[in-house]
């Protein structure tokens, strides 16, 4: 992957914007250096499945700490590796889901496993709860993914969530589904290969070639 700036550049700056918030120890920088590698590999992995321009350059996966979708991922990546290698450092990895919060405005907690491929683009304001995600899962501002009455939903492959957009509750959403803006889906299935506008339980779905 073709980096912007080197990995021990990229590392010393998420240092240095931790530390303009929250108390970091020595201990919790040795962490950092540790798993760094791991979360390079999986921004290559998964902004190798991405369209956009902006992750490639020359033919090569790239990434730039400086574009803030990218960087959202990254930061995501690097709170749920951190969770998953060692709980003593849940606290570390707190730090650096909230430095994301503060930073992109998007809400991606370190617990919640989205899929090996996903993509964002402008986030901002973004909440995912704890849904099942298939892969190439997209969304863009303001959308929510939570629960009703402690469900969650279930989401398909290849399913974009455009701006201001719900999927709550008892939901299936099939793959290759794309929710229009503003459609808000609650405790509804929606079949693969459909357009979704409105509001539950008065959706319009619409067929998808």
Known sequence: MKLEV??????????N????FFPITDKEIHILNLV???VLIRCEKCFGKNSNKY????????????????????LYYMSNTIFKWDKDYIRLADKV???NKIMN?????????????????????TVLGRAQYGNYFSF???CTVGNNKGIFPIIGENVRMTANTMILGNSTIGDNVILGAGACVKDQDIPANSIVFGSSPN???????
Do not use: W
Not at 6 to 15: A, D, K
Not at 57 to 71: A, I, K, L
Not at 203 to 209: E, T, V
């Open 140 to 142: 863009g501002q303001n």
């Open 36 to 38: 760094s590698k791991e």
């Open 6 to 15: 080197n990995s021990e550049n990229i590392l010393n700056g998420l240092v």
């Open 17 to 20: 914007q931790l530390r303009s």
């Open 105 to 125: 405005a998007c809400d991606l907690f370190y617990e919640i496993e989205l899929p090996e491929y996903f993509m964002l683009d402008h986030p901002v304001g």
């Open 203 to 209: 959706l319009i779905i619409k067929n998808r070639k």
């Open 97 to 99: 889901y909230y430095l």
């Open 55 to 74: 992750y490639s350059e020359g033919g090569q996966v790239y990434f730039n700490p400086y574009h803030s979708g990218q960087y959202t991922i990254y």
